[in-house]
């Protein structure tokens, strides 16, 4: 029962990781920082670096991350727990008979044959949560279930790179609430708010260090430095 458990809640976590992701992923991140902050929030290392910036300065981010804390030390007490009585030698029973088969094994060998076991079926599903085809399916079922029932609101911007200080390089797509909307860049008026509009993706082509009379359209992508959370609150309205 204990194995049975142990590779149950193995299981579990390998899905719980691939969900935030996914989550992280809708609200803007880069898929590879999104993977990432999902394996470092469940298992409550590695987030020390400049892109857990990303993550504490958005209020959507910082709810999924506390998801995955709490999922993260739940997951791993059970773990060791049922790894541990795993292990545990049987005081009760001097042998042990494997079903379906003649074969007695002293009760003192029981924890290395689970140990073993364990070992087995470990690399096995790492194997599977890793195989490209796999997981690909797998992420895509996990993205539609969670757009289906609304459980993260996707935005329309991808955060790219970040800085000390909450600085970084974000590229939105100027959706039909943005304040800058039908807006020539002087009128946005961004350098009040530290915004640099770096480039403007239009429609397949680029127009980089646009002119301060470059007029903003729907669906413009604008690569936009400066402080996210500025860029967040000035060009895009974000739902927490």
Request: proline share 4%.
């Amino acid at each position: 029962m204990n194995l049975l458990l142990f590779i149950v809640t193995l299981m579990i976590s390998f899905i719980a990781v691939r969900i935030g992701a996914i989550a992280f992923e809708l609200t803007g991140l880069e898929w590879s920082f999104a993977k990432f902050q999902s394996i470092s929030c469940f298992t409550g290392t590695g987030f020390t670096t400049k892109e857990s910036e990303l993550v504490v300065g958005n209020p959507q981010r910082r709810r999924i991350a506390s998801v995955l804390m709490v999922l993260g030390n739940v997951g791993l007490v059970t773990l060791i727990a049922t790894f541990a009585n795993t292990l545990r030698p049987n005081m009760i029973v001097s042998t042990f008979t494997i079903p379906f088969l003649p074969i007695s094994i002293p009760s003192r060998i029981l924890p290395w044959a689970n140990l073993l076991i364990l070992v087995i079926l470990a690399y096995v599903i790492y194997r599977l949560f890793t195989r490209t085809k796999f997981t690909k399916r797998l992420t895509d079922k996990l993205r539609s279930i969670i757009l289906k029932k609304e459980i993260v609101k996707p935005v329309s911007f991808e955060e790219l790179i970040v800085a000390t200080g909450g600085y970084g390089i974000s590229q939105i797509e100027v959706c039909k609430e943005s304040p800058i909307l039908n807006k020539m860049i002087r009128e946005a008026n961004l350098r009040s708010h530290d915004i640099t509009i770096l480039a403007v993706e239009r429609k397949g082509a680029v127009i980089p260090n646009p002119s301060a009379d470059t007029n903003i359209l729907l669906n413009d992508k604008l690569v936009c430095f400066g402080k996210l959370e500025h860029i967040r609150k000035e060009i895009c309205v974000i739902h927490d």
